[in-house]
């Protein structure tokens, strides 16, 4: 897929699902139930044992599925490797951005000032991830954007499927949500309410 149709999926949707586990097994199973639930991006962190193997199994069952917590060139190098459709960063770091954008990789570095963010996006980053997001706060994207209103953010870190509407509503392309979803008792039912609750804030 290419990065045009990895970002046209996030804004879209407007939800990245992340996967945030202590073994391979439980993070194809939450990786699988948020897919089958109709998201159509979905991170896997490295942070996670035997990430890389959870993506390329996921790539070869046809599904486009993203490295998150890719802090290094050499981790965006393996994340390639194994088929990642984007890689998301909770730092940046401007080797990943590059890789990145020469590998033709969709690429969401982790921001937290607004010079950051334009530093990512003259390197080639295709969005920015507000990160740690509850440092911020939606008025504050809202205002930030007055100023910068091609700046398209993914806030994750902190949001909740009830604080997700209200990041939308101030003009983020995106949020980031892991264990609300991931932890649900019903993954489908979680993903579809977010989702609605998202579009509703659209308008």
């Known amino acids: 897929m290419s990065v045009e149709q990895v970002m046209a999926g996030i804004a879209e949707?407007?939800?990245?699902?992340?996967?945030?586990?202590?073994?391979?097994?439980?993070?194809?199973r939450a990786a699988s139930a948020l897919i089958?639930?109709?998201?159509?991006?979905?991170e896997v962190s490295l942070t996670t044992p035997g990430a890389l193997d959870v993506i390329a199994?996921?790539?070869?069952?046809?599904?486009?599925?993203?490295?998150?917590?890719?802090?290094?060139?050499a981790a965006a190098r393996d994340a390639h490797a194994a088929g990642a459709g984007f890689l998301v960063s909770p730092n940046l770091d401007l080797e990943v951005v590059r890789f990145a954008v020469e590998h033709g990789l969709?690429?969401?570095?982790?921001?937290l000032t607004p010079t950051e963010m334009t530093a990512a996006i003259a390197a080639g980053?295709?969005?920015?991830?507000?990160?740690?997001?509850h440092l911020w706060s939606p008025a504050a994207l809202r205002g930030?954007?007055?100023?910068?209103?091609?700046?398209?953010c993914v806030p994750t870190g902190g949001v909740?499927?009830?604080?997700?509407?209200?990041?939308?509503?101030?003009?983020?392309l995106a949020v980031g949500v892991g264990g609300a979803l991931t932890r649900s008792e019903d993954p489908r039912a979680a993903v579809a309410d977010l989702l609605a609750a998202v579009q509703d804030a659209r308008g």
């Not at 990245?16 to 194809?28: D, F, L, M, N, P």
């Not at 089958?36 to 979905?42: E, F, H, I, M, T």
Request: proline fraction near 6%; aromatic fraction near 2%.
């Open 144 to 152: 930030m954007l007055e100023a910068m209103p091609d700046l398209r």
């Open 106 to 111: 969709a690429v969401v570095p982790g921001c």
């Open 13 to 28: 949707q407007g939800v990245v699902g992340i996967v945030r586990t202590t073994s391979a097994a439980e993070a194809t």
């Open 36 to 42: 089958d639930a109709g998201l159509s991006a979905v």
């Open 125 to 133: 980053a295709h969005a920015v991830k507000i990160f740690p997001a």
């Open 160 to 172: 909740s499927p009830a604080s997700a509407p209200e990041w939308i509503a101030a003009g983020a």
């Open 57 to 73: 199994e996921l790539g070869q069952a046809g599904s486009v599925v993203g490295a998150g917590t890719v802090r290094t060139l």
